[in-house]
C-alpha cells in the first residue's frame, strides 16, 4: 500500500494536463474537475506494534467527472464513501491512489493528489466546501465578523478589519441574513440560520467549486427547502459547481443535474437526474429508487427490500460487491468484476445484466396499478 501511494504521489509537483477530451466533446461544455480511479485506503492495525493486517477500502477506484456550472449528486447508503470521496477531492484527506483533475480559473489543470500542502493554499480560493452539521462547524466563541471573515485573514492576507467587516456585510446579505447580526455569536441562531452562515463562510473567497456535504440533513423540511433554493440561487448569481453529497434522493431529484450511486466505496451507476430516477440500469439504484415515496393517494408502491447487510469495506465480496444481495445475480457476477460501461449515452453502469434488465424507476410509479412497483428481470 505505501509503494503503491508513493509511487502515485512521489512528485510534489504536477505539471498542467489536459481533462480528457473524450469526457469534454460530450456536450461542448469545460470540464471543471475529473476524478479517475480515486482510491482511499485506511489501514487496520492490530497487536502491540500496530502491525498493518488489512485495509478498509473506503474508496476503491471512484471515477466521474463534473462540468463547469452544473450539480453532480452522489448518493448511497451510510458508510459507502460519499464524504470521503468528498474529503479526498479537497485534500482533507490524502488520497491513497488517482488522479483528480482541477481545471483553475487560469485555465491550467493540476492534479490536486499531487500537490503539496504549500501548493494546496492559493487552490483554496477556487475550491471550498459546506459541511453537514451547521452546530458542529462554527466555533462558539466566535462571532459572525470573525468566522465568516477568518478565510480573508489566513487565506487572502486581508488584515484591514474593516475591510474584512464590509466583505462580511455583503456576504451576510448574499445568503439572506442582516449585516448586524455580525456580532453575534452561533448559539443566537436556528438552524437554518447557521446552515446560512457556514454557505456565506465558503463563499469568502469566491470559490468555483463547493462541495455540499448534506447540507440539510440536520433541518427541518419547510428550512431545507429554504436552503436547497438559496444554493440554486447563489449558483445561478456566481455560476457555482456544486458537489452535492447526499442520502435523500427526493432532495437529490429536486437540485442535482446528474447522479453519481456509491455502493461499499465503489461507483455503481452515473446518468442525468432524470434518466437515473426513471429508467435506473442497476438493481442497486432500482432499489433505492423503490423506497422513495410516491406523491400520489392512489398509487400504493411496494418497497424492493433488499436480503443481507451491506458488505464490509474491510472484506468486500468476490465480483460484483452487490452480488449477495441482488436477486439479479449469475454466476458471472459472483467471480468477475462488472466493466464501466456506457449504456445510453452519457449513462454509465457497472453491471454484468445491465443490458438485458427491465427495472422500474420512481417515475413509472404513477404510471402503474397498486402494488406492482417492483423490479422485473
Same mark, same amino acid.
Given at each position: 500500500?505505501?509503494?503503491?501511494?508513493?509511487?502515485?504521489?512521489?512528485?510534489?509537483?504536477?505539471?498542467?494536463?489536459?481533462?480528457?477530451?473524450?469526457?469534454?466533446?460530450?456536450?461542448?461544455?469545460?470540464? #471543471?474537475?475529473?476524478?479517475?480511479?480515486?482510491?482511499?485506503?485506511?489501514?487496520? &492495525?492490530?497487536?502491540?506494534?500496530?502491525?498493518?493486517?488489512?485495509?478498509?477500502?473506503?474508496?476503491?477506484?471512484?471515477?466521474?467527472?463534473?462540468?463547469?456550472?452544473?450539480?453532480?449528486?452522489? *448518493?448511497?447508503?451510510?458508510?459507502?464513501?460519499?464524504?470521503?470521496?468528498?474529503?479526498?477531492?479537497?485534500?482533507?484527506?490524502?488520497?491513497?491512489?488517482?488522479?483528480?483533475?482541477?481545471?483553475?480559473?487560469?485555465?491550467?489543470?493540476?492534479?490536486?493528489?499531487?500537490?503539496?500542502?504549500?501548493?494546496?493554499?492559493?487552490?483554496?480560493?477556487?475550491? !471550498? =466546501?459546506?459541511?453537514?452539521?451547521?452546530?458542529?462547524?462554527?466555533?462558539?466563541?466566535?462571532?459572525?465578523?470573525?468566522?465568516?471573515?477568518?478565510?480573508?485573514?489566513?487565506?487572502?492576507?486581508?488584515?484591514?478589519?474593516?475591510?474584512?467587516?464590509?466583505?462580511?456585510?455583503? #456576504?451576510?446579505?448574499? *445568503?439572506?441574513?442582516?449585516?448586524?447580526?455580525?456580532?453575534?455569536? /452561533?448559539?443566537?441562531?436556528?438552524?437554518?440560520?447557521?446552515?446560512?452562515?457556514?454557505?456565506?463562510?465558503?463563499?469568502?473567497?469566491?470559490?468555483?467549486?463547493?462541495?455540499?456535504?448534506?447540507? *440539510?440533513?440536520?433541518?427541518?423540511?419547510?428550512?431545507?427547502?429554504?436552503?436547497?433554493?438559496?444554493?440554486?440561487?447563489?449558483? !445561478?448569481? #456566481?455560476?457555482?459547481?456544486?458537489?452535492?453529497?447526499?442520502?435523500?434522493?427526493?432532495?437529490?431529484?429536486?437540485?442535482?443535474?446528474?447522479?453519481?450511486? =456509491?455502493?461499499?466505496?465503489?461507483?455503481?451507476?452515473?446518468?442525468?437526474?432524470?434518466?437515473?430516477?426513471?429508467?435506473?440500469?442497476?438493481?442497486?439504484?432500482?432499489?433505492? =429508487?423503490?423506497?422513495?415515496?410516491?406523491?400520489?393517494?392512489?398509487?400504493?408502491?411496494? =418497497?424492493?427490500?433488499?436480503?443481507?447487510?451491506?458488505?464490509?469495506?474491510?472484506? /468486500?465480496?468476490?465480483?460484483?460487491?452487490?452480488?449477495?444481495?441482488?436477486?439479479?445475480?449469475?454466476?458471472?457476477? &459472483?467471480?468477475?468484476?462488472?466493466?464501466?460501461?456506457?449504456?445510453?449515452?452519457?449513462?454509465?453502469?457497472?453491471?454484468?445484466?445491465?443490458?438485458?434488465?427491465?427495472? *422500474?424507476?420512481?417515475?413509472?410509479?404513477?404510471?402503474?396499478?397498486?402494488?406492482?412497483?417492483?423490479?422485473?428481470?
Amino acid at each position: 500500500m505505501n509503494d503503491e501511494r508513493a509511487q502515485t504521489m512521489s512528485s510534489p509537483q504536477f505539471p498542467p494536463v489536459p481533462l480528457s477530451s473524450s469526457v469534454a466533446a460530450q456536450n461542448g461544455r469545460d470540464l #471543471l474537475l475529473e476524478v479517475n480511479d480515486l482510491k482511499k485506503y485506511f489501514p487496520i &492495525k492490530e497487536g502491540f506494534v500496530k502491525k498493518i493486517v488489512g485495509f478498509v477500502r473506503a474508496v476503491d477506484q471512484v471515477s466521474f467527472h463534473i462540468y463547469e456550472g452544473e450539480t453532480l449528486g452522489l *448518493v448511497g447508503e451510510s458508510g459507502c464513501g460519499k464524504t470521503t470521496t468528498a474529503r479526498c477531492i479537497l485534500r482533507a484527506i490524502d488520497p491513497t491512489a488517482g488522479e483528480i483533475l482541477f481545471r483553475r480559473g487560469s485555465g491550467e489543470v493540476v492534479n490536486v493528489a499531487a500537490l503539496s500542502t504549500g501548493e494546496m493554499r492559493p487552490l483554496r480560493r477556487e475550491m !471550498q =466546501m459546506i459541511f453537514q452539521d451547521p452546530y458542529a462547524s462554527l466555533n462558539p466563541r466566535m462571532t459572525l465578523l470573525d468566522i465568516v471573515g477568518e478565510p480573508l485573514l489566513v487565506v487572502d492576507g486581508v488584515k484591514n478589519r474593516q475591510e474584512r467587516q464590509d466583505r462580511v456585510e455583503e #456576504l451576510l446579505k448574499l *445568503v439572506g441574513l442582516r449585516p448586524e447580526y455580525m456580532q453575534r455569536y /452561533p448559539h443566537a441562531f436556528s438552524g437554518g440560520q447557521r446552515q446560512r452562515i457556514v454557505i456565506a463562510r465558503a463563499l469568502a473567497l469566491n470559490p468555483r467549486f463547493v462541495v455540499a456535504d448534506e447540507p *440539510v440533513s440536520a433541518l427541518d423540511v419547510s428550512v431545507q427547502a429554504q436552503v436547497l433554493n438559496l444554493l440554486l440561487k447563489l449558483q !445561478q448569481e #456566481l455560476n457555482l459547481t456544486y458537489l452535492f453529497v447526499a442520502h435523500d434522493l427526493s432532495v437529490v431529484k429536486h437540485i442535482c443535474d446528474r447522479v453519481a450511486v =456509491m455502493y461499499v466505496g465503489k461507483i455503481a451507476e452515473t446518468a442525468p437526474t432524470h434518466n437515473l430516477f426513471f429508467t435506473p440500469k442497476h438493481p442497486y439504484t432500482a432499489a433505492l =429508487m423503490s423506497a422513495v415515496p410516491v406523491a400520489n393517494p392512489r398509487v400504493r408502491a411496494r =418497497m424492493t427490500p433488499l436480503e443481507g447487510d451491506v458488505p464490509s469495506a474491510a472484506k /468486500p465480496p468476490s465480483g460484483c460487491y452487490f452480488h449477495p444481495r441482488c436477486r439479479f445475480a449469475v454466476d458471472v457476477c &459472483k467471480t468477475d468484476a462488472p466493466a464501466w460501461q456506457e449504456i445510453e449515452p452519457g449513462h454509465f453502469v457497472s453491471c454484468h445484466r445491465a443490458a438485458e434488465l427491465q427495472l *422500474v424507476g420512481i417515475g413509472d410509479a404513477e404510471l402503474l396499478t397498486p402494488g406492482d412497483r417492483v423490479l422485473t428481470p
